[in-house]
């Protein structure tokens, strides 16, 4: 049973353009959400996390939405670079666990 | 500042032999994961671990042992490989309670 999904394996987005990238979860007790930009053979680097007591938070070129009623998160990349093509992976902390629950990724590929 | 570090990088095993990959942070963190991803699946919790001492199991844990002798070493073991634990493995490690988790470079393995 997957507590985070992300519906859309690929996304293509020409530069310049937004990306939007979404993110489902099942999960009540999930607190904290995050998104991970992932480039081959390397690790999974952090992007930018939000609360669950809060609804947007911003930095730079990336915001991230979350809709506690919906169970839904999205990632906005404004405007979108080449240098962003990447897998992107949502992920959710339990907040009575600490373990991070990460989606299947979505692969962004922004064309110039 | 090293970060997450994994030992090794690269590895082939033939089915049944058993190896240890070493993850090893140096942030004083509490908490430590292992994750494995394969196409079309994200990363899968395989184990985690709370503070020293300490371990539990993740979604994907058959097949794999862990340990958490020192807070800055976090060890997964396979006792008898199968071509179905062919993957790449991340480390991850984070304070626990908000914040980020962070991740090693991955351990490719492939096992015939």
């Known amino acids: 049973d997957q507590q985070v999904k992300q519906n859309s394996p690929s996304l293509s987005v020409q530069e310049g353009r937004i990306s939007i990238l979404n993110c489902d979860y099942t999960?009540?007790?999930?607190?904290?959400f995050l998104w991970y930009k992932k480039y081959p053979a390397e690790g999974p680097t952090f992007l930018i996390s939000?609360?669950?007591?809060?609804d947007k938070n911003e930095d730079g070129r990336f915001t991230v939405f979350l809709n506690k009623s919906a169970k839904h998160l999205s990632l906005h990349i404004v405007p979108s670079q080449p240098g962003d093509s990447a897998v992107y992976f949502c992920?959710?902390?339990?907040?009575?666990?600490?373990?991070?629950?990460f989606g299947t990724g979505t692969r962004l590929k922004v064309l110039a | 500042n090293a970060g997450v570090t994994q030992t090794p990088k690269f590895r082939v095993l033939k089915t049944g032999q058993s190896m240890t990959l070493l993850c090893a942070q140096d942030?004083?963190?509490?908490?430590m994961y292992w994750y494995r991803q394969d196409p079309g699946m994200g990363l899968r919790l395989i184990h985690y671990?709370?503070?020293?001492?300490?371990?539990a199991k993740g979604e994907v844990p058959d097949g794999y042992n862990v340990s958490r002798l020192k807070k800055q070493n976090f060890l997964l073991g396979l006792e008898s490989a199968a071509p179905s634990q062919t993957s790449v493995y991340f480390c991850?490690?984070?304070?626990?309670?908000?914040?980020?988790?962070?991740f090693g470079q991955g351990t490719r393995l492939t096992v015939v």
């Open positions: 991850a490690s984070s304070l626990g309670q908000g914040g980020e988790a962070f």
């Open positions: 671990s709370v503070g020293e001492g300490t371990t």
């Open positions: 939000i609360s669950s007591i809060k």
């Open positions: 999960n009540s007790m999930f607190d904290y």
């Open positions: 992920a959710a902390k339990d907040s009575g666990t600490y373990k991070y629950i």
């Open positions: 942030m004083n963190h509490e908490y």
